[in-house]
Structures are given as C-alpha cells and as structure tokens.
C-alpha cells in the first residue's frame, strides 16, 4: 500500500474511533458533537468560516513571508558585520526568552483588532528560527571550501554569496520547515486575544456560545491548512536542499 | 625562489615546528613527507597564505597560488563546469567558458561538462578539481594529498595525468606515499620534530614509472627515513 492509502485508512481509523466514544458514552452533543454533526455544521456554515479563515490564512502567510526574509536577511548581515553579531546576538537571545503570547495583549494595544496585530505575531514567531537557523549555517561553512575561495582571492561579499549562501541553504529550509508550523499559532494566539474576525475569534465566540461544533469545525478547517501550508513549504525546503547538495533527479535514480 | 624559513608557534605556546627551511625546485615538484601532526600542510598553508592557527616567526609574501586539497572541494550545487569556472566567478570576473571546456576535455570529463559531483566517482571528482586547479592557471601550485583517498590504480593514473598537465609550474606535493615521492619529486623531504631534512630524487624532468628499480630505492630511503623519525 502506498503513502496516501494509509494516510485515508488512518482518517477513518481516527473518525471511527471519534463516532464510537460519542455513541458508546451517550455525551450530549454540545459537550462532544459526533463527526457527523460537525460535518453537517461545516457545510451549513461554510461561508461563514470561509470568510474567517480566509482572514487568518492571510495573516499566517503575510507573517510567514515577512518572519522568513526579515529572520534571512538578519542572518546574512549578522554573517557580515561582527559588531551586528556581538551587539545584537545577546539581544536576540534574551528576546526568545519572553513567550511570544505574553505579548499579544499590548501588540492589540499598540496595533488595533485588524490584522496586523496578528500578522506582527506570526512575523514575532517565525523570525527565530528562520534567522538562528540560517545564521547557524553560514557560520558552519566548510572550512576546505573558504580556504579555496581564499586562494582564488575571491572578495568577501563573493564568499558570502557564492559559497556561505548556497552551502546554508539546507539549514534556511529547516528554519522554514519549522516557521510554517509556528506561523499559524501566532495568527491564532492574536485572534484569542482581540480580534472581530478570524479562526481563532470564531472558535472563542463558537465555544462561549456552546456550538462546539461550529468550535470543532473551524479547528478542523484551521488544521488542514496548517498542514497544506507545512507540506507545501516542505516541498520548497526540499527542493533547496536537493539544490544545494546536488541531488538531481537524475542521481537520485542512480542511486 | 620560493623559500620559507622559520618557526611556528601553536595557539597554546607550544612550538609546532622550529628552524624549518624548504626551498621550492622552480618549474618542478617538491614533494614533503613526514608523519601526522609534524606540520607538513601548515607548511602548505604558509605557503598559500592560508591561516594556520599560529604565530610564524618569519613574514612570507603571500603569492598567488592555487590549491588542491585532500577532499575535492567541488561545490556540490555547481556543476563540473561551473566548479572549474569558480575562481572567476568568485573574483567578479567574466569566466572564460571556452578554455573551462578544453581543461574539462583534458582531464576527460568532456562527457560529464554538465554533471554535479554527487554524479561522479571519487576520480573523476579529483579530475574535476585538477580541472579547476589548472583554471586558475598560477605559477605555484599547492597540493595536500590530493590523491590519497583514491584507490592505487586511479592514484597512479592521477599521478601521471598531474604530472603532465602541471609541467612547467612549481608545485609543493604534501603527501603520505613514498611512492608517490619518489615518482613525482624532483626535490625530495622529509619533515620531523627537528626540522625539514632533504632526501634523494629522481634524475630528469619525466615521471617514473612505478615498477622502476629507481623507484623502488628512492621508495625504499624514504620509507626507511620516515620509521627511523617515528621511532
């Protein structure tokens, strides 16, 4: 059986298993709704969570795109300038420290209920990782490589560009990887904490309201776009990879 | 002349080597043996101006060179031409694509122009970098046992192939083989903790064949050379 036969068998399995506790303990349907209520509340509704997620899918993948080039081009200049490196570093380092919820509160404060509270959370959350990870691997350039370029007398920004970028690419597309999934907890974090629109006020408002299956629908929506969201940036992340190691697909069928 | 004259003290204090002197047969080889950790490739690296992890005791003007180390260092994400168009890129220069293609020919990796490292066999990566080697087209040439993770029959074939394309240019060959030595070098030496102590050669600018009786003694001298310091 292939990937995908098993990722469906493992959805009925997980379904099933979800329709059996609801149908054996007899739970009332605004403690745990049956997949199928949800279902039902997830077509019936399905303009009113388009509409919503439609507002959180933008403000993950405009924090997305902002965390990845801001946390891609502080590594590159904290590659660069060893001031930047010294002065900042300790600065990055403490601002990971402060759980990024804690500041959700004043970023509403100081950036209103629209979106950009929200879009400022997920840049927050995924600039660390994209930037911690890409510095990690323009500093772990191979040695052998620097002393040719050394050699060949090649400029400093040329030894940046041409071997640090490429050689730390694989490093980038795991601080993607891992800002993909951070993003959309950002985006939420924010919506719980002031918002008029979005997943995560349709989930506190569905919740306060005990239509948990309106809850549980939107939760279901804002997991599988989680997911399409992670496997398309692993795809990309992949494919950088591949790239910067060689691995065309010509030797991977050699090999 | 191409000379070093010197000592060289370790980051924590400790001499790596004292009083060494090596003088480079011009338009010739140099081949430097001596066992692990004597300071054989900081030597090298003196010479090519590279860090050393060091205080040397003598200035060395840094000449142009190009290197050719022990791994291949080809850049995995460029192919073979564009791993032997490298130094010019690296420089801002416009790459001269034609005369990359002959070089690749000469080594005879026409066929593979296009293929990234991870394609080629552990010869034909080193062929690529002599490629690029001869690219860069310096005067001097350093070699850190470019030819030791290679098995005995491509490392003979490398050593004539090196042997022909380098003529002309003066190369320093760190290398562990006596045999190698012995049928590359016009000058011969062997390092230790006392120094850099010169050793016999081949006659004649031509490569020796392996299996030549001259071969087998200068083999020999340098083999017996290098227990008696290890000992």
């Known amino acids: ?255 | 002349m191409i000379k070093l004259t010197g000592s060289l003290k370790t980051g924590n204090n400790t001499w790596l080597f004292k009083d060494a002197e090596l003088e480079l047969v011009a338009g010739g080889w140099t081949c430097l043996l001596g066992s692990s950790g004597v300071g054989k490739t900081t030597i090298l690296r003196l010479f090519a101006g590279l860090d050393t992890h060091g205080t040397f005791t003598d200035e060395l003007k840094t000449r142009n060179c190009s290197y050719m180390a022990q791994q291949d260092l080809l850049m995995p994400w460029l192919d073979v031409l564009g791993n032997v168009l490298l130094g010019a890129k690296l420089r801002g220069e416009t790459p001269d694509i034609k005369r990359g293609h002959q070089l690749i020919e000469r080594v005879g990796l026409s066929d593979h122009a296009s293929k990234y490292p991870r394609q080629l066999s552990g010869g034909m990566r080193q062929r690529a970098a002599l490629a690029r080697t001869l690219m860069e087209d310096q005067d001097l040439v350093l070699l850190d046992e470019p030819f030791s993770a290679l098995d005995a029959k491509k490392r003979a074939d490398m050593q004539e192939l090196a042997h022909e394309l380098l003529s002309g240019k003066t190369v320093m060959l760190v290398t562990h083989d006596p045999a190698e030595a012995a049928r590359l070098g016009d000058k011969n030496a062997v390092m230790d903790t006392t120094g850099i102590h010169e050793m016999p050669a081949k006659k004649g600018a031509s490569i020796l064949a392996p299996e030549a009786s001259e071969t087998l003694k200068l083999q020999a001298g340098l083999l017996v050379k290098l227990r008696k310091d290890a000992a």
Not at chain 1, 63 to 88: C, E, I, Y
């Open chain 1, 1 to 255: 059986m292939n990937r995908f036969t098993w990722i469906v068998l493992s959805c009925i399995f997980a379904i099933s298993l979800w329709q059996t506790l609801v149908s054996a303990t007899g739970v009332p349907h605004f403690i745990l709704p049956s997949p199928k209520q949800v279902l039902d509340t997830l077509i019936k509704s399905r303009e009113l969570i388009a509409w919503h997620a439609l507002i959180t899918i933008s403000e993950v993948l405009i924090g997305l795109l902002l965390g990845a080039a801001l946390g891609a081009l502080t590594a590159l200049h904290l590659m660069v300038s060893k001031t930047s490196r010294k002065l900042l570093m300790p600065i990055l380092v403490f601002s990971q420290a402060i759980p990024v919820f804690a500041l959700a509160p004043v970023l509403t404060l100081w950036l209103g209920y629209g979106i950009w509270s929200k879009v400022f959370m997920a840049v927050l959350i995924t600039y660390f990782p994209v930037a911690s990870n890409f510095l990690d691997g323009l500093r772990r350039t191979d040695r052998g490589f620097l002393d040719l370029a050394s050699t060949m007398r090649a400029g400093k920004w040329q030894t940046l560009l041409q071997i640090r970028l490429p050689a730390a690419l694989p490093s980038l597309a795991s601080g993607l990887k891992l800002a993909s999934v951070y993003a959309p907890i950002g985006a939420i974090i924010g919506e719980w904490v002031g918002a008029s629109d979005g997943l995560g006020y349709l989930m506190l408002l569905a919740n306060g309201r005990a239509k948990i299956d309106l809850m549980f629908a939107s939760l279901f929506v804002l997991a599988t776009f989680t997911v399409i969201l992670h496997s398309v940036i692993s795809i990309f992340a992949n494919w950088l990879t591949r790239r910067a190691k060689g691995e065309t697909k010509e030797v991977l069928e050699n090999a």
